[in-house]
């Protein structure tokens, strides 16, 4: 099972960007899906969360400006960025929990590599 994160880029202040996240390999369920960010010099942070069921949750930071959603026929989850600040630079990161795949098997939690949002103010 892999989480390939796409999406990031440069932007300035006030713009948007889309954060794509796609697991693969023989997926039958995804429980938890959420975005995390890591700052340097800074711990990883929790930024959106969406459950199996679509409830969500955000950090306070983030409210009002980033929507998360996901298409499970896809297998994926997406992180609509807008509004966009000097402080959100980071290197995002997605995770799953509790993945099922067709095999049986269970993963607990799966990360994916990391992709850098940069905001120029």
């Known amino acids: 099972v892999q989480l390939q994160a796409s999406g990031g880029g440069l932007v300035q202040a006030g713009g948007s960007l889309r954060l794509s996240c796609t697991a693969s390999?023989?997926?039958?369920?995804?429980?938890?899906l959420s975005w995390y960010r890591q700052a340097p010099g800074k711990q990883r942070e929790l930024v959106a969360g969406?459950?199996?069921?679509?409830?969500?949750n955000y950090a306070d930071s983030v409210k009002g400006r980033f929507t998360i959603s996901r298409d499970n026929a896809k297998n994926t989850v997406y992180l609509q960025m807008n509004s966009l600040k000097p402080e959100d630079t980071a290197v995002y990161y997605c995770?799953?929990?509790?993945?099922?795949?067709?095999?049986?098997?269970?993963?607990?939690?799966?990360w994916g590599q990391g992709t850098q949002v940069t905001v120029s103010s």
């Open positions: 995770n799953a929990t509790r993945v099922t795949t067709g095999w049986g098997s269970v993963f607990s939690s799966v």
């Open positions: 390999g023989s997926i039958f369920r995804i429980n938890d």
């Open positions: 969406i459950t199996s069921g679509s409830s969500t």
